[in-house]
């Protein structure tokens, strides 16, 4: 099924994949959002607020794509089946172009609007609060060869249309992409994820996001959630000077 660059119309509907995507999902779903039962409707918000950031940080490192149902005559598009965000990591940051910068400043003043009168009900805020407390013990996997990759933040597919491999075309391309530049890819699997993502070549699993660390509660919780397994594809090469948790 094809796909192209998304544009902010598309917004919209691909929260509205997304959500259909992730509302059972353990850590998106039932973790992050635990009175989804009661406002069915409020991860979509969630989503909408990330797409439109990811949208307006798009550049040559920065991709966020739509796949489609052509109509029968192939001259157009009947509905919208899939989205998936591509990030070029660097070990050393690339700063944004002045255009980009003031496109993600402006946006981030949108959402915070858009959050104050759109509140995400279904959300534990203090859930949310995991990302912060992850990141100093995730991090490591990313060092060496392996902070040079096109990592995938992003990836559902409508379940209208799951098993006609357009999550593989969506995956496939950045794949392509970082062949070109003579890097890996990564992602972070969701719950039950993990055979789909090996299928697509990420044919190295290095542990879940967060599961080191002297903080055994927080350990606990991540096992707990289940998802979170860290994937990647090194090119076909040796990692080079990939750290482990807590070294120098």
């Known amino acids: 099924m094809p796909f192209r ?9 691909a929260s509205h994949i997304l959500a259909r995507a992730f509302k ?31 949208w307006a940080s798009m550049d040559a490192e920065n991709k966020l794509f739509v796949s489609y149902k052509p109509t029968p005559d192939g001259k157009g598009e009947e509905c919208l089946t899939g989205v998936a ?13 002045w255009s980009t ?6 946006f981030t003043y949108v959402n915070k609007v858009d959050e104050y009168f759109n509140p995400d009900r ?4 203090e859930k949310h609060k995991i990302f912060e407390k992850l990141a100093p013990y995730s991090k490591h ?15 559902g597919v409508d ?22 530049d003579g890097v890996g890819t990564s992602c972070i699997a969701a719950s039950g994820r993990d055979e789909f993502y090996r299928r ?36 076909g090469k040796q990692p080079v000077g990939v750290k482990k948790y807590g070294e120098a």
């Open 141 to 155: 996997h990313w060092t060496g060869s392996r902070a040079e990759v096109w990592y995938l933040n992003v990836i």
């Open 85 to 97: 965000g591509w990030t070029r990591r660097r070990a050393v940051t690339k700063p944004a172009s």
């Open 101 to 106: 910068h003031a496109w993600k400043t402006g």
């Open 159 to 180: 379940p209208a249309f799951e098993g006609q491999g357009i999550g593989r075309e969506l995956v496939a391309w950045g794949f392509e992409q970082a062949k070109q």
């Open 122 to 125: 279904a959300a534990d805020p």
């Open 200 to 235: 697509c070549g990420f044919d190295v699993q290095d542990g879940i996001s967060g599961d080191a660390g002297p903080d055994e509660e927080l350990r606990k919780e991540v096992r707990g959630i289940g998802g979170g397994m860290v994937h990647f594809w090194d090119g």
């Open 5 to 13: 660059e998304a544009t902010y119309a598309d917004i919209i509907p």
């Open 24 to 54: 059972d999902d353990g850590f998106m779903g039932k973790y992050l959002h635990p009175h989804l039962d009661r406002y069915p409707g409020d991860l979509q918000k969630r989503y909408v607020r990330s797409l439109r950031a990811q």
